[in-house]
């Protein structure tokens, strides 16, 4: 495989920022953008995620986040409360509470300057389960969504719950 680094835009990151949710807990987010997003604002991707962003798709996020953010997207990696470097439990998966601190999250990204407001979520398997569920709500500002490995049928094609029951 070949690795790109040369992009039309510089590329800075933010490994670690923390965003504060309603109900007090603190998630970690890793922030790729470009270096000129403050004076040209960009538009966002989310990924929201509980697999470990420092270590579980490290490799990954590596290549893809910079590659976005070197063609004018901010991209947002998202530690899900509960997981990684986020405060906080995990009551289940695909929660309305989940859906709501993505919501949260993209709230934030859409007052800071270098934003143009505008975002879209992406995943693969819960990624795109949760990109699916939160582009549900409605929320204000996004506008599109990658889902890879994912369904919007999960009593019939959810891995976990095929026809409904637990697989264990």
Same mark, same amino acid.
């Given at each position: 495989? /070949?690795?790109?680094?040369?992009?039309?835009?510089?590329?800075?990151?933010?490994?670690?920022?923390?965003?504060?949710?309603? =109900? %007090? +807990?603190? @998630?970690?987010?890793?922030?790729?953008?470009?270096?000129?997003?403050?004076?040209?604002?960009?538009?966002?991707?989310?990924?929201?995620?509980?697999?470990? /962003?420092? =270590?579980?798709?490290?490799?990954?996020?590596? @290549?893809?986040?910079?590659? @976005?953010?070197?063609?004018?997207?901010? !991209?947002?990696?998202?530690?899900?409360?509960?997981? #990684?470097?986020?405060? #906080?439990? &995990?009551?289940?998966?695909?929660?309305?509470?989940?859906?709501? =601190?993505?919501?949260?999250? &993209?709230?934030?990204?859409?007052?800071?300057?270098?934003?143009?407001?505008?975002? %879209?979520?992406?995943?693969?398997?819960? %990624? #795109?389960?949760?990109?699916?569920? +939160?582009?549900? @709500?409605?929320?204000?500002?996004? /506008?599109?969504?990658?889902?890879? !490995?994912?369904?919007?049928?999960?009593?019939?094609?959810?891995?976990?719950? /095929? %026809? #409904? !029951?637990m697989l264990g």
């Amino acid at each position: 495989m /070949k690795h790109r680094s040369d992009f039309p835009r510089r590329v800075m990151e933010w490994p670690d920022q923390r965003i504060m949710m309603p =109900d %007090g +807990v603190e @998630l970690s987010v890793r922030i790729w953008l470009p270096e000129d997003a403050e004076n040209n604002p960009v538009p966002a991707i989310l990924e929201h995620l509980p697999y470990r /962003k420092r =270590d579980g798709t490290i490799a990954r996020d590596e @290549l893809t986040h910079p590659y @976005l953010a070197g063609h004018g997207y901010a !991209c947002i990696r998202v530690d899900m409360r509960g997981n #990684g470097d986020s405060s #906080g439990s &995990m009551e289940d998966e695909y929660t309305l509470t989940e859906w709501r =601190d993505a919501v949260n999250v &993209m709230n934030w990204v859409r007052a800071q300057p270098w934003s143009t407001g505008d975002w %879209g979520m992406m995943g693969i398997s819960w %990624g #795109g389960f949760n990109s699916l569920q +939160v582009a549900a @709500l409605r929320p204000e500002g996004m /506008k599109a969504v990658i889902s890879l !490995c994912s369904t919007v049928d999960r009593y019939a094609d959810d891995i976990h719950y /095929k %026809g #409904g !029951c637990m697989l264990g």
